[in-house]
């Protein structure tokens, strides 16, 4: 980590099941250890697998609404709210930094916090206290065009700001509730990923679903492995080698991925 924050890292986290909060677990425990790790940010662009939209977006709410965007869960999740204040001249300068790499930004004033940016944020931030603002995601772009996104974000880090991909390691509904562990499949491409995150090896990265073990298969959909290459890009941006970290790694539901990576 660097601990002058003249360049904050760039994180990429497994937000889980929107019930981790409730359930507790070594993922959760790491998440709240997180922030005091990191130090405080003078603000967090999260980028999650859950805003998707057709072109770049960033939210520019001043006080964004905590969004509950789910069903089926404890109705006290339902109850919690993530106050945090929003970052609208963050927003403009992430639409500037967008614009002139010819990627294109819009700004929407009333986004919310979805579920992939308040779950982590309250564990880590408990205190709602550090300005958070959110990036849409484009599925139908693909991963080069997130790395892309990435890299030109990176002047971000050296102003202080946590870029934050919320996403998830592993990501295939389908394959829950398989045992306490992962099974075979789901753990060779958990080594992949950590292997190939620590060495900043974007080229596979982006390519991770016909050179990973198992790559499709853990993400039948990409949105939720979007997130880390962006994050990683706003490392990769910045004209030197990213240097990876693996700061979590393990499972949850059998086969949900909950790995957490940074660079530097």
């Not at 005091?36 to 940010?41: F, I, N, Q, T």
């Not at 709410?61 to 945090?84: K, N």
């Not at 772009?141 to 991909?165: C, D, I, Q, T, W």
């Not at 700061?247 to 539901?253: D, E, I, P, R, V």
Request: net charge neutral; hydrophobic share 40%.
């Amino acid at each position: 980590m660097n601990d002058d924050r003249k360049n904050f890292p760039a994180v990429f986290v497994s937000h889980g099941a929107p019930s981790l909060l409730l359930e507790g677990g070594p993922a959760c425990g790491f998440l709240a250890a997180l922030g005091p790790r990191l130090g405080r940010p003078k603000a967090v662009l999260c980028v999650s697998a859950h805003w998707e939209t057709a072109a770049p977006e960033v939210s520019a709410a001043p006080r964004p609404d905590t969004v509950h965007d789910f069903y089926g869960f404890p109705r006290p999740l339902y109850e919690m709210r993530y106050p945090a204040p929003g970052a609208p001249a963050l927003a403009r300068r992430v639409k500037a930094l967008l614009d002139a790499a010819g990627l294109g930004c819009a700004v929407d004033p009333d986004q919310g916090l979805d579920h992939g940016a308040w779950v982590p944020m309250k564990l880590m931030y408990p205190g709602a206290d550090v300005p958070v603002l959110q990036l849409s995601i484009q599925h139908a772009r693909g991963p080069a065009h997130h790395l892309a996104l990435g890299r030109a974000l990176a002047p971000l880090r050296g102003e202080g700001v946590l870029v934050l991909g919320s996403g998830s390691a592993l990501h295939n509904l389908r394959e829950l509730g398989r045992g306490d562990g992962p099974e075979p499949w789901a753990a060779a491409f958990a080594r992949w990923l950590d292997r190939h995150a620590v060495l900043g090896d974007a080229e596979a990265l982006v390519r991770y679903r016909d050179k990973a073990p198992s790559g499709a298969r853990a993400h039948p959909r990409d949105e939720h492995f979007l997130p880390l290459l962006v994050a990683l890009g706003a490392v990769q941006g910045g004209g030197t080698p990213p240097r990876g970290e693996v700061l979590y790694s393990g499972f949850t539901h059998g086969n949900l991925g909950m790995h957490a990576y940074a660079w530097t």
